[in-house]
């Protein structure tokens, strides 16, 4: 069974505030990809980033930097210096054999 | 990169009439796509999936009478609401893949269903 969890369900920061959201996720899958989602008030996701199973380097792009972990199986997600139009719900996202959402993180930052 | 195209991203239908959702890979041809379903302040949930020229496959508890899935073409998906009910009122998200093992799946931006 896949399982994606989220368990921040919302965030309030003040803006330029660093916010790290975080994501477990349970697979028996060997091989799977690690997603992060943004999900505006518009409803449309917007891509933020893929990582496969087999890459554990951590990335950073911008403000936004992800920490993969395998060993705890945690794929945490932050934003440095946290802007208004940061202001959304998150998505962490599974895909071995189902394409799996965790329950998001409603982050909101406050001017 | 890309693209999904999803129509309407807006409808408004009275209580009993039926709704059709179309879901359009621009660039790329989909052999599998996906629809979510999405309630306010919730997650997507898988609501079916569908691979070109065959019959969709419905998630537990989803009735596929009621959700009617139509994949005819590696461009093209529709998701039909039959006798609409307000409490069928949510966001709706497909997305496609190019091949059902292909990691990346490209979003459409949704619709927004209300029953009236």
């Known amino acids: 069974a896949q399982k994606v969890t989220q368990a921040q369900t919302e965030i309030s920061v003040v803006e330029k505030e660093d916010v790290t959201l975080d994501c477990v996720y349970e697979t028996r899958d060997t091989t799977y990809y690690l997603f992060w989602y943004k999900q505006p008030p518009s409803g449309e996701l917007v891509f933020l980033i893929r990582r496969n199973s087999f890459d554990e380097q951590n990335e950073i792009s911008g403000r936004y930097s992800w920490n993969f972990q395998k060993s705890t199986s945690s794929f945490n997600f932050t934003i440095t210096a946290s802007q208004v139009v940061d202001s959304a719900v998150y998505f962490c996202?599974?895909?071995?054999?189902?394409?799996?959402f965790g329950p998001g993180t409603r982050l909101s930052v406050l001017p | 990169g890309a693209v999904v195209s999803q129509h309407p991203s807006r409808v408004i239908c009275k209580s009993g009439t039926s709704v059709k959702i179309e879901c359009r890979s621009l660039d790329f041809q989909a052999t599998t796509m996906f629809w979510y379903r999405q309630f306010p302040k919730q997650s997507l949930m898988l609501m079916a999936t569908s691979n070109e020229g065959s019959k969709a496959t419905y998630e537990q508890g989803v009735e596929k009478d009621k959700f009617l899935i139509n994949h005819a073409s590696l461009t093209l998906s529709t998701l039909t609401v039959t006798s609409a009910h307000p409490e069928d009122s949510s966001f709706y998200i497909c997305?496609?893949?190019?091949?059902?093992?292909?990691?990346?799946?490209?979003f459409g931006q949704g619709t927004r269903l209300t029953v009236v």
């Open positions: 996202a599974l895909n071995g054999q189902n394409f799996v």
């Open positions: 997305s496609a893949r190019a091949s059902w093992d292909s990691p990346r799946a490209f």
